[in-house]
């Protein structure tokens, strides 16, 4: 059933079905070790290719990948970045994350599927950012933070004229009223939301987009306890 999901789901987005069989296999991965440590509360294999597979491609059909070097911040189990690696295998991909296990699961699944041109980060985003400023074309987050959080830890690894990728609510338009002032202290500035419906569903999202325009200060990002404690 995951698999006709899949096939309805790519087919809705014009997106080639090749990766397919990659993903079937991303699934039993994930619901394998998925028994012993808690990398998703969405285990329901049509959900699983919903809510995750499919969601992550739908910024395919958004946002220009082929080529680009990629972060993901926050990553957790893989999403957004493996399943658009896997759709689009001319990405260059780093998935960063904090927790050391989850990291080890994406190299494990990196290594089961083959996959070519990513690199598995532990690591905290504010650390990594000053190693690797202004180096990646793209940044993603599905990571749940608030706009002017994720931006302060995304931002500061995007060249100049690259985008920070951050995938939300639709109900998230007071969030970006707030962001203002970060995203220009920052060196972004905020183009035009993208909503889409996951299909099979009547889920709808929102792909909010921030344009790099200017180098981030030096000072950015802080140290993610003060990020928290008085957010830009």
Do not use: W
Not at 88 to 103: M, V
Not at 152 to 170: D, I, Q, T
């Amino acid at each position: 059933m995951m698999e006709a999901i899949l096939q309805e789901g790519l087919s809705s987005f014009a997106l080639p079905s090749q990766g397919i069989p990659a993903l079937l296999r991303y699934g039993e991965l994930l619901a394998e070790r998925n028994k012993v440590m808690n990398l998703t509360a969405i285990t329901d294999p049509e959900e699983v290719a919903r809510l995750h597979f499919l969601d992550s491609a739908a910024l395919l059909t958004l946002t220009d990948f082929r080529e680009k070097t990629v972060v993901d911040v926050g990553t957790g189990a893989g999403f957004p970045g493996l399943p658009l690696r896997i759709l689009e295998p001319s990405i260059r991909l780093t998935l960063l994350d904090a927790q050391n296990k989850r990291i080890n699961f994406l190299q494990e699944v990196c290594q089961d599927l083959s996959l070519t041109g990513v690199s598995c980060v532990h690591g905290r985003a504010e650390a990594f950012a000053a190693e690797h400023r202004e180096t990646f074309d793209l940044a993603v987050s599905r990571a749940v933070a608030a706009l002017p959080v994720l931006a302060e830890l995304c931002l500061p690894l995007v060249k100049v004229g690259g985008s920070f990728l951050a995938m939300k609510s639709v109900d998230c338009t007071s969030e970006l009223e707030a962001a203002g002032r970060a995203l220009s202290l920052l060196g972004g500035r905020l183009e035009k939301p993208l909503d889409y419906r996951i299909p099979g569903t009547d889920v709808r999202h929102r792909l909010v987009i921030v344009k790099k325009i200017g180098e981030t200060p030096k000072k950015y990002p802080r140290m993610f306890a003060k990020i928290k404690k008085n957010p830009l």
